[in-house]
Each structure stands twice: as structure tokens, then as C-alpha cells.
């Protein structure tokens, strides 16, 4: 089974190709250029690098969010397209969840950045998510932790000082990189569709844990 997968979810982003489980190539999107820029050109040279064809892809996969709006919405019209043309299935995933899968067992922290000094952020046991995503201040997620915990993701990389400096009450805490998740997405997507999982592209639900800035730019105009 073929899966091409691609992640929009931060400014890098990545595509990836799967044959059963075995990654033939992952590619890292360039962060200066905007993801409508680079889309689907990323997944064109990946392509053409790896030397499938497109009309050979199985399964299409993509992160649902949480993340940027714009990069959500660019990466899901995209792969939706290649889908629908290909009549392939579409199946999502969620960043968070693709996060926790790269830091392994335990107690784990998944941050993505949402800018404004926060971050959407899960807590994962053992791959099993603790709690519904969130948009916060990383303070305040400090605060409700009481174990030592794995940080993963691009939040954690931005928020690494802070996290360190309060490594002492809660133990050890090991802020991880931000690591590309496509290659994850696609083994997960592939996962699922051996188990008959087989989604329509228009099925697609985005991860929206905070409306887009121009609805609250809206509603504040409103407001005056």
C-alpha cells in the first residue's frame, strides 16, 4: 500500500511516501516560503524523487490540525484534490497524536506553537490522550502537571527555557525537537486503512482549537 502523506500544521511543514510501513522519502518544507507557494509543487518533487507516480498513490493522508488556519486549510484543499482526482481515500490525523507517537511511551507533553505567546497543546500516557487539544498560555500548563514529562513539538522548542527552569518540582523533563511528522501520519493513515478505514476526501474534519484571526478581528471591530 502507497501512502503520500503531508503536514501544513506549522511554518516547515513536510510531505512523506509509505509502501507498507516502509518510508521511501520524506521532505522538508522551506519555512520563508508560504505553504501556498510551495503546494503542490513539495509534493510534486517528492514524487519525482522517490519515482511514484501519482496515479499509483493508495491512500492519501493529512494532519488535521491543531495549527495555523491558513496552512490547515492550503494542506487540506490540496490533498482533498490529489484525493478526489485520484479517486483515492483521504484520511486525517491529528498532529498532537502524531507527536506523541514520535516520543514514545510515558508521560508526554505535545506543544504545537499558536503564536500570541501560546500553544495548542494535549497530554498524552502511553499514546493515550489525557485531554481534549487546547489553546493556552505554557504557564498555566506548567501548573497542571505533576509528573515528569516529555515535551515534543515546535512549542516546546520555542518554550524550551521555560520548560527547563521547571524541570525541578516536576522532576525530569526532556524537552524533545520538533521533529517532521509527515512519515508518522502516513504509517498511521496506512494503519487504519488496512483496517478498512477508507474515508471520502470531503470527510476531512479540520482540528480548529482557536477561530481563524480575521473572525476575531471581525468580532472586535464589531465591538467598538
Known amino acids: 500500500m502507497l501512502v503520500l502523506a503531508l503536514d501544513t500544521?506549522?511554518?516547515?511543514?513536510?510531505?512523506?511516501?509509505?509502501?507498507?510501513?516502509?518510508?521511501?522519502?520524506?521532505?522538508?518544507?522551506?519555512?520563508?516560503?508560504?505553504?501556498?507557494?510551495?503546494?503542490?509543487?513539495?509534493?510534486?518533487?517528492?514524487?519525482a524523487r522517490t519515482q511514484i507516480n501519482l496515479r499509483d498513490i493508495d491512500v492519501f493522508a493529512v494532519a488535521t490540525g491543531p495549527g495555523s488556519f491558513t496552512g490547515l486549510r492550503i494542506g487540506i484543499a490540496a490533498m482533498q484534490g490529489l484525493a478526489f482526482a485520484a479517486g483515492r481515500p483521504l484520511i486525517?490525523?491529528?498532529?498532537?497524536?502524531?507527536?506523541?507517537?514520535i516520543a514514545g511511551p510515558?508521560?508526554?507533553?505535545?506543544?504545537?506553537?499558536?503564536?500570541?505567546g501560546e500553544v495548542y497543546a494535549s497530554l498524552y500516557q502511553d499514546g493515550v490522550a489525557l485531554m481534549e487539544p487546547i489553546v493556552a498560555h505554557p504557564v498555566d500548563l506548567l501548573r497542571g502537571l505533576d509528573s515528569a514529562t516529555t515535551f515534543i513539538g515546535d512549542g516546546a522548542d520555542t518554550w524550551r527555557e521555560l520548560i527547563d527552569s521547571s524541570a525541578g518540582p516536576l522532576g525530569c523533563i526532556h524537552a524533545s525537537p520538533k521533529p517532521p511528522l509527515a512519515?508518522?501520519?502516513?504509517?498511521?493513515?496506512?494503519?487504519?486503512?488496512?483496517?478498512?478505514?477508507?474515508?471520502?476526501?470531503h470527510a476531512i474534519?479540520?482540528?480548529?482549537?482557536?477561530?481563524?484571526?480575521v473572525e476575531l478581528t471581525r468580532e472586535a471591530r464589531r465591538a467598538r
Open 92 to 101: 486525517g490525523v491529528s498532529a498532537l497524536d502524531a507527536l506523541a507517537i
Open 9 to 47: 500544521t506549522t511554518r516547515r511543514g513536510s510531505c512523506a511516501i509509505e509502501r507498507d510501513g516502509h518510508l521511501l522519502g520524506q521532505d522538508v518544507g522551506d519555512p520563508d516560503r508560504a505553504q501556498a507557494s510551495r503546494l503542490p509543487e513539495d509534493l510534486m518533487v517528492l514524487l
Open 106 to 116: 510515558g508521560r508526554v507533553a505535545t506543544w504545537v506553537d499558536a503564536w500570541r
Open 205 to 213: 474534519r479540520p482540528i480548529y482549537v482557536r477561530r481563524p484571526d
Open 183 to 201: 512519515s508518522t501520519i502516513a504509517t498511521v493513515a496506512g494503519e487504519r486503512a488496512g483496517k478498512g478505514e477508507r474515508p471520502l476526501p
